[in-house]
């Protein structure tokens, strides 16, 4: 499974941004998927988490109630709808895939992974 994200920019604080994680291979709706991000000098951070299989949906804290993810599994595409946008959101979006995961945590999808795309927030 090879991983395609896009979506990135630029944007001011309280703007929105939208990316995308394209995925190939045959299935997709038997894959928890998910976004991490990096920000220079910081850990990498789980920011959204959808499983495909199960429907579970879970949020990073410091996104909850401004970032949305969905997933259409016949483009086999999450989304990742960014509102509210803050400087500290700054950093570089990955998406992360696992048959047949889980979200708890993040800790199950990190079988494969995408090129990130990287957001920058100015105030």
């Keep these: 499974v090879q991983l395609q994200a896009s979506g990135g920019g630029s ?3 309280g703007g929105s941004l939208r990316l995308s994680c394209e ?8 894959y928890a ?13 789980g920011v959204s988490c959808i499983n495909n ?3 579970t949906i879970i949020y990073g804290e410091s996104v ?3 970032f949305v993810i969905s997933s ?4 086999k595409t999450v989304y ?3 509102n509210s946008l803050k400087p500290a959101d700054t950093a570089v979006y990955y998406c992360a895939a ?7 945590g993040f800790a199950g999808i990190r079988e494969y992974w995408g090129q990130g795309t990287l957001v920058t927030v100015s105030s």
């Design 23 to 30: 995925a190939s291979g045959s299935t997709f709706d038997d």
């Design 80 to 82: 990742l709808q960014m």
């Design 11 to 13: 944007v001011q604080a």
């Design 64 to 66: 909850k109630g401004r």
């Design 53 to 55: 299989a199960d429907g």
């Design 98 to 104: 696992e048959r047949w995961g889980y979200c708890l």
């Design 33 to 45: 998927i998910g976004w991490f991000r990096q920000a220079p000098g910081k850990e990498r951070e």
């Design 72 to 75: 259409d599994v016949a483009k």
